[in-house]
């Protein structure tokens, strides 16, 4: 596809309940990026891969959050035992490359609800 | 400490009049600076980012930016608003002095722009 796409869209999901999240970089982009939009706030930085190297994980919140990715493609965000405040706009983004002025381009997002 | 203020919850703006939706920052060494855009319930896109070279950005949507080192201020303008520019912006910073280590953009809390018809 032409852009960073994301699955699901839309996720609820039960208080203590694994969740499993998507992205699917543009073709070609060797970074990748996680990150976290609460309601009426900025964004919130999770994780970050690029090519091969080991992942900036600096932004993970707590153990329960933990990222995969298969050498440059597809990318999985786990969250395990899911609580309330876990609900919000998680979205993925990409850029070519690991130079500062690479632009990041993000996808649509998916909303998890933890009820 | 690295950091990047968009003093202004909300803008609000009358359709056909100039808007300007602020950005300062405060970083060790030089920028990067980028503007996006969210459109409700649509992922943030990309309008316009300033490198080096002429401190006046163009951009996506007739959006422009001014680079102000002195004041440090990055404000996204447009001359004309349209009711359709009504979204969400964030401003973005990198800081080129730790650019080596540090690959994460430090984002704004955003502003909600408002075009009134």
């Known amino acids: 596809g032409a852009g960073v796409s994301q699955s699901p869209s839309n996720k609820v999901t039960e208080k203590g309940k694994d969740v499993e999240l998507r992205c699917d970089p543009i073709?070609?982009?060797?970074?990748l990026y996680w990150y976290r939009q609460r309601l009426g706030q900025g964004l919130e930085f999770l994780i970050y891969f690029q090519g091969n190297s080991a992942p900036d994980k600096s932004g993970l919140p707590s153990d329960r959050f933990s990222a995969e990715r298969t050498g440059e493609s597809v990318s999985t965000l786990t969250i395990q035992r899911t609580q309330q405040e876990d609900s919000a706009v998680y979205l993925c983004?990409?850029?070519?490359?690991?130079?500062?002025?690479?632009?990041?381009?993000f996808g649509p997002g998916t909303r998890l609800t933890v009820l | 400490a690295q950091s990047v203020a968009q003093p202004e919850d909300q803008v609000n703006v009358a359709e056909g009049n100039p808007l300007t939706v602020k950005c300062t920052y405060s970083?060790?060494?030089?920028?990067?600076l980028f503007w996006y855009v969210q459109y409700p319930n649509r992922g943030l896109q990309f309008l316009l980012k300033?490198?080096?070279?002429d401190n006046l950005v163009k951009g996506s949507y007739g959006f422009e930016a001014e680079f102000n080192k002195s004041q440090t201020s990055f404000h996204l303008k447009k001359p004309s608003a349209l009711v359709s520019d009504s979204a969400l912006y964030f401003c973005?910073?990198?800081?080129?002095?730790?650019?080596?280590?540090?690959?994460?953009?430090?984002w704004g809390l955003g502003t909600s722009l408002a075009v009134n018809p």
């Open positions: 973005a910073v990198r800081d080129l002095l730790n650019a080596g280590n540090n690959r994460k953009l430090i």
């Open positions: 073709s070609g982009h060797t970074a």
């Open positions: 983004a990409s850029s070519l490359g690991f130079r500062s002025m690479d632009t990041q381009y």
């Open positions: 970083v060790s060494g030089n920028p990067y």
């Open positions: 300033y490198i080096t070279g």
